[in-house]
């Protein structure tokens, strides 16, 4: 809630973990589709919700208006999210199923650490968008999903990651009032934000607005779902969006937990190796 004493530059999140020490975690489908888990110390510190409780409204009007306008500037993927109208037939996992993988991404999300990436790979054929729709839906009801973003081969935007910073950015403002405040702003000062390069997108339109929210209390996650990875063209817009989303690790205002969706091509694991250990 919002207190008088509040009544500053920045809002408040609350929740309830604490952190413990970083490390990757995944998991793999197997070609039966059972989950095996991989932890792995020496890969990344940056690798692996239950209440976002700030839900203000700062604008009206006009000013709700004219945000709305600066958020166009950055051009979304209309189609990434995982409730597109482009994919609303697309299934979810049917109760009682994948009940091992499901738990394990819910203790990695909902776990006092800071674990913020975590890798579900597999063979193509064994699940891993079904599981990851399943999961943006259950923190999307919930309230806790920031953003989801699905890779499609040769799908046009969907098919390179040029629109994959700031169609997260849109995702975040449009969910969330107190961020699209901080976004817009941003904008303002960069109005060219979505012509320039990732790590400028990142840190002014995602990591700042993110660093901005600070809490009183031990704070509740924030959920990203980045699906099929592996269907980004570039090798290289790969590696720079999982070095860039590691840095998630550095947010003090709010945890932000990523789950990541490929199967395990060589890009995507250099990718995850040349992320720097934590100092």
Not at 74 to 89: E, G, T, V
Not at 140 to 149: M, P, Q, R, T, V
Request: charged share 25%.
């Amino acid at each position: 809630t919002r207190r008088s004493s509040d009544l500053r530059s920045r809002q408040d999140f609350s929740g309830q973990y604490r952190s413990e020490g970083p490390q990757f975690v995944g998991s793999t489908i197997n070609s039966e589709g059972g989950p095996v888990y991989l932890t792995s110390d020496s890969m990344s510190d940056a690798v692996v919700m239950p209440s976002l409780v700030c839900r203000l409204s700062y604008c009206t009007g006009s000013a709700k208006h004219d945000d709305d306008s600066l958020l166009e500037l950055l051009s979304p993927a209309d189609q990434a999210a995982f409730n597109a109208s482009s994919i609303q037939h697309e299934r979810l996992c049917l109760p009682d199923t994948r009940i091992d993988v499901l738990r394990q991404i819910t203790i990695w999300a909902e776990g006092p650490h800071e674990k913020c990436i975590f890798w579900l790979n597999g063979m193509a054929g064994t699940g891993k968008s079904t599981i990851a729709r399943t999961i943006a839906r259950k923190y999307y009801d919930l309230g806790h999903l920031g953003a989801s973003f699905f890779f499609s081969r040769g799908n046009g935007d969907l098919s390179h990651a040029g629109k994959f910073f700031t169609s997260i950015a849109v995702q975040l403002a449009r969910r969330f009032p107190p961020l699209k405040r901080y976004i817009c702003e941003a904008i303002k000062e960069h109005r060219d934000i979505a012509h320039q390069a990732f790590c400028d997108q990142w840190k002014q339109l995602v990591f700042r607005p993110l660093s901005m929210l600070v809490a009183n209390k031990p704070l509740s996650p924030l959920v990203l779902v980045v699906d099929a990875l592996d269907e980004c063209e570039s090798k290289f817009e790969v590696q720079a969006i999982l070095q860039l989303l590691a840095k998630a690790r550095y947010l003090g205002g709010i945890r932000l937990r990523v789950l990541v969706t490929s199967r395990p091509e060589t890009p995507i694991r250099l990718g995850f190796q040349d992320i720097p250990t934590a100092e």
